[in-house]
């Protein structure tokens, strides 16, 4: 653990494989060749942004920042990496390499950020790293890389929560899906700050803090034969007053009663038993957190029922069922009958709010199936979400990308003919302008020594490469984006890692902050990201100062 040179003492990464050699070989190499060139102290500023945000949509959730402060805080390479690391590289190369890994701590670099769980957009650099450019060099992987998937995800969660809506209760079951051991803790994390509200995953329920969800499977309701098996059959009354002796009669007794309801008569006939026997075994192991998984046999005709008639035998003891869930089928016809059945019971029986029992719907969901539900009208509360939101199987990355911007105060750009790959030169602060609404306008970009830009003072802001595209804007409140969250052993003060629940309050303060023509599925109006006039005037200067220029014979 290191302090970050402020008296804080900043634990390492979550992930034990967060190590100095989760990078790309040539990062060493690189790393080797300044050295050998005496050039590894010179002082560098690295960009860390994004060109282009996910999903098909026009933002994008920053997130993986504490990881890369955990990372950095800790950095020293050990006897054993060196060793390794030596032997990787060509013979020829000189030993007193080595002795300069051994003393790299990170002390001498400084990170400033945007805060994490902040909407972002393309271009903005989400994180400028300052340091000797050796260093800084050997961080640029595991920051592409704890910042890529992090944000992607969160995203990919942020979206899942809007085509869901504030009322539903959003849980993350995708740990069995996931990319590996570190793709299912990540997601889970990731996920809860995107705006999900529990997940299934114990380990990230342990590391983070993340409430926990889950219910029981198909093979534990496939699991029993019948009633036979169930040996202890009391269960006391929830207020302790006295117990039932036989809770598999009372079950039975309120299966008759549905059964020949007025409401409900003809629904069904038969129950399976077997089913009957599983959710009632589950019940008296769980009678306050009854949950049942009904799609095993058949819904309507059996799962349905059955749980009725469980928790109505719970409720006679006092105890209140939680609902059920669907894993297969028309989830919104289903559910809809389910919601009947429930309605029916609750008047017919005089059971209070019997009628609102849970209803949880899962079975591969997406966006898609989301939206789509909507459309049809269904009555689901909840809904248990996997593979297509921890895989990020609409998009396989975000594309982070780590660009020298300046060394040795000289600003330095990247040319290319595909325009949306040339690089935003020199050391920069971000500024975010809202308008009279309160929403965010527009997200600015000014040199370092430019004054910020003012209240109510008209600011031009320019396109960072398309000359006919300006505008002038009157902010009614002015945010500045980047802050030092890493001072190394500068004076600066760095700002405090916040716990990961305000984190996750940020994010979803954010996404309500936001213009809904930015944020719907279809379509989106982008985000404006423009540069000051001064710094479109020197970005153009350098680009062609360092173009070279053909000539024709």
């Known amino acids: 653990m290191d302090s970050n040179g402020s008296g804080r003492v900043i634990p390492g990464p979550t992930n034990p494989m967060v190590t100095p050699l989760l990078t790309d070989h040539y990062q060493f190499t690189m790393a080797y060749a300044y050295w050998k060139a005496g050039k590894h102290q010179e002082r560098a500023v690295f960009d860390l942004y994004f060109r282009r945000s996910p999903f098909g949509g026009e933002y994008t959730i920053f997130a993986g920042l504490e990881e890369c402060v955990r990372f950095i805080s800790n950095y020293k390479i050990s006897e054993d990496e060196i060793h390794f690391i030596k032997n990787t590289l060509p013979a020829s190369c000189e030993d007193g390499f080595f002795d300069y890994l051994r003393g790299i701590d990170c002390c001498d670099v400084e990170v400033y950020a945007i805060a994490e769980g902040t909407v972002v957009f393309p271009k903005v650099p989400l994180m400028r790293i300052e340091g000797p450019v050796a260093v800084v060099q050997l961080l640029e992987t595991p920051f592409v890389n704890l910042i890529n998937f992090a944000s992607l995800v ?14 539903k209760t959003l849980l993350e079951f995708g740990l069995r899906r996931a990319q590996g051991p570190d793709g299912g803790i990540s997601a889970s994390k990731y996920c809860y700050i995107g705006g999900f509200d529990a997940t299934s995953n114990v380990a990230a329920g342990r590391l983070f803090g993340i409430p ?131 309605c029916s019971i609750e008047k017919e029986f ?102 910020p830009p003012k209240v109510g003072e008209r600011i031009l802001c320019r396109h960072p490469f398309q000359e006919s595209k300006r505008a002038y804007v009157v902010p009614q409140q002015v945010e500045e984006l980047l802050k030092c969250y890493f001072a190394g052993s500068s004076d600066k003060k760095s700002e405090t890692l916040p716990p990961l629940k305000d984190i996750r309050e940020r994010c979803i303060k954010q996404l309500e902050q936001m213009r809904p023509d930015h944020m719907r599925r279809l379509n989106p109006t982008p985000y404006k990201v423009c540069v000051s006039a001064k710094l479109y005037d020197f970005i153009h200067f350098l680009w062609l100062n360092e173009a070279p220029v053909g000539e024709l014979r």
């Open 154 to 167: 969160a995203t990919n969660a942020a979206r899942h929560r809007f085509v869901a809506g504030k009322s």
């Open 350 to 451: 005089g059971v209070p709010d019997f009628g609102e029992m849970s209803i949880t719907a899962s079975n591969d969901l997406n966006e898609e199936t989301l939206d789509a539900l909507n459309k049809q009208g269904h009555e689901v509360d909840a809904y248990g979400i996997g593979t297509y939101l921890v895989t990020c199987y609409a998009q396989a990355a975000l594309g982070v990308v780590f660009k020298l911007v300046e060394i040795n105060k000289q600003p330095r750009i990247k040319l290319s003919e595909d325009v949306s790959k040339v690089s935003i030169p020199c050391k920069k602060r971000i500024y975010r302008l809202y308008g009279k609404e309160t929403y965010p306008l527009v997200d600015i970009m000014r040199g370092e020594n430019e004054p």
């Open 212 to 342: 926990l969800r889950g219910t029981h499977s198909h093979a534990f309701v496939s699991s029993y034969m019948g009633v036979n098996e169930i040996a202890d059959k009391s269960l006391r009354k929830k207020d302790g007053s006295g117990a039932c002796e036989d809770f598999v009669v009372l079950v039975q007794k309120w299966l008759n009663k549905i059964k020949w309801s007025n409401s409900l008569c003809g629904i069904f006939s038969d129950t399976n038993q077997s089913e009957l026997a599983a959710f009632t075994s589950y019940a008296l192991a769980f009678p306050d957190n009854f949950l049942a998984l009904v799609d095993t046999y058949d819904v309507v005709r059996s799962g349905v029922p059955n749980f009725c008639a469980v928790a109505l035998a719970l409720s006679d003891l006092g105890y209140k069922a939680v609902g059920i869930r669907l894993d297969s089928g028309d989830l919104a016809y289903l559910s809809c009958e389910s919601r009947k059945f429930f």
